[in-house]
């Protein structure tokens, strides 16, 4: 017989709190779980104690309001060496992927450099509500990020950088619209990965030239056209530094002239206050009267026009000249000496001081090595002409070399010499600019010459300035110009001059 509980009250109340404390136990045990697990109790939709730790930056603290003293660490430099240190980071917002509702990984890119931020739920550091917040920011968003460097294990396949950030705070500075016009990953692909993954079924966004043009300033975004623009930054110190330390004086001459500096009728002409005028197609005639005016040697970078209706893959209406003109004492060999020593040096240069640059161009767009000698190779045209002739190809010895001819003479350079790169001089008299000296022991040829990487109707009433400028005293000079852009798409092997030109302009494209 069960004994009856109602007489024993003191037993009854044992039993209750016997109750009351094993639920209690399980509500611990419960809540400690979740505490090692590194979750949150709070739901997403709670308020969160946390909140101040991540949001949209208020425009207030955008103007200026403050200098904090604090200190961003760019992408670029963040390595094992800084493993545990606290970092402040700003950059776009690449790529946004949830691992469920307790996980984040967020790709921030700086200037062609990208960290991934791994973002935990985990009491008193990240919320559910900051990881769901990080999710929502939209790609190509400006965000900051603090948080702690730590290695991993294994390499990091999707960021240049070889460390993660454990995120403790994150601020959108500027969020960009939920549509854009390119995917920067979509810009990013080579022609291999497209056509790889086209032979395994599946089709991959092409983005053509015509849209990376019309949306330049998410092209430029990629890391390849990050790379190119700043190897294009470096040929124009190394050529500026170069010649100031041959004692060259950087000029700057008018773009606004009164004839043609060229010859022919490539001329943006225009009105100038009722006198016809035109754009410089070059600075040659002033940087000749810079000569005139006794600074012995000069250069200059600056733009050039020309209006020739060239849909070609190397031609621009408007692209960045470097100009150089100077004293000779008895030889044009003095302004190749010049030339040879200039581009072994920036070559050398762009190699030693540009290669994650060039492997970003490469990984895009690959290319070989451009090949060049210690002593530039130098063959007269005369000579070039005999090498075409050998190989079967006919040419006008006192003509000009076409497209074709010097893409054939120079793979014929490379397999005889072993460079790319190669001075081709004496041309006809006839093909060269009006300026040009002829030859003292042949008058059908000149003083002059071309570069090769890789692969006389004028008005005179329109330059009396420049012709008057020889009528009291001028000494012997010669000179160069190469366009900026087409120097890094040869050195780069790029197939498309616009690609190396930061907003091109052609004969179908003003804008952007």
């Known amino acids: 017989m069960e004994p009856d509980e109602s007489q024993n009250p003191s037993k009854k109340a044992s039993k209750k709190e016997a109750a009351k404390l094993e639920k209690q136990r399980r509500r611990e045990q419960h809540a400690a779980a979740a505490a ?6 709070l739901s997403v939709d709670s308020p969160d104690p946390l909140a101040a730790n991540y949001g949209d930056v208020p425009l207030a603290e955008l103007q200026s309001k403050a200098i904090s003293g604090r200190v961003w660490t760019q992408v670029g430099s963040l390595t094992d060496q800084l493993k545990d240190r606290a970092v402040l980071v700003r950059g776009r917002a690449q790529a946004i992927r949830a691992v469920g509702k307790k996980i984040a990984f967020l790709v921030v890119r700086e ?3 990208t960290v991934q931020c791994v973002l935990t739920a985990a009491p008193d550091l990240v919320s559910p509500q900051m990881v769901k917040y990080a999710t929502g920011v939209s790609r190509e968003s400006f965000v900051d990020v603090e948080g702690v460097v730590s290695v991993p294990g294994v390499p990091i396949k999707g960021a240049t950088q070889q460390v993660e950030i454990q995120v403790r705070k994150l601020y959108c500075v500027n969020s960009a619209g939920n549509t854009l016009p390119i995917n920067i990953e979509d810009a990013s ?7 790889k993954a086209l032979e395994a079924g599946e089709q991959l966004v092409r983005v053509n030239q015509d849209t990376r043009l019309n949306f330049r300033f998410l092209d430029l975004r990629t890391a390849a056209n990050q790379g190119i623009f700043r190897v294009q930054c470096q040929v124009e110190n190394i050529f500026r530094q170069f010649l100031l330390n041959e004692e060259f004086v950087g000029i700057h001459t008018p773009k606004l002239i009164a004839g043609s500096s060229e010859g022919g009728s490539a001329v943006f002409r225009l009105d100038y206050k009722g006198i016809p005028a035109c754009l410089a197609q070059s600075p040659q005639l002033h940087k000749q009267m810079a000569i005139c005016g006794d600074f012995g040697r000069v250069f200059e970078i600056g733009p050039v026009f020309r209006a020739e209706d060239s849909f070609t893959h190397r031609h621009l209406c408007e692209f960045t000249g470097l100009d150089v003109e100077m004293e000779i004492k008895e030889h044009y060999a003095e302004v190749m000496d010049i030339v040879d020593r200039l581009f072994i040096a920036m070559f050398d240069s762009l190699n030693e ?11 895009q767009y690959p290319f070989k090595p451009l090949k ?4 530039t190779l130098r063959l007269t045209f005369q ?31 490379a397999e005889r010499y072993g460079t790319d790169f190669y001075i081709l001089h004496r041309y006809p008299l006839a093909v060269r600019p009006f300026y040009t000296m002829p030859c003292e022991d042949d008058s059908a040829y000149s003083n002059s010459f071309d570069v090769f990487i890789r692969a006389c109707g004028i008005d005179v009433t329109t330059i009396s300035t420049y012709i008057e400028s020889f009528r009291y005293g001028a000494p012997p000079h010669g000179g160069f110009g ?31």
């Open 36 to 41: 090692t697990s590194g979750v949150s109790a």
């Open 111 to 113: 200037r062609g450099c």
């Open 189 to 195: 692909r080579s022609e291999i990965e497209i056509e």
């Open 353 to 363: 001081k540009c290669q994650k640059e060039l492997e970003a161009i490469g990984k």
């Open 372 to 375: 060049y000698l210690r002593k």
């Open 383 to 413: 000579e070039g002409i005999q090498m075409l002739k050998e190989a079967g190809v006919e040419v006008d010895p006192l003509g000009d070399l076409n497209t074709e001819s010097e893409k054939t003479l120079g793979r014929l350079v």
């Open 482 to 512: 190469v366009g900026l852009e087409r120097v890094v798409m040869l050195f780069c092997a790029l197939n498309n001059i616009r690609k190396t030109s930061l907003f091109p302009r052609d004969p179908q494209r003003i804008a952007p």
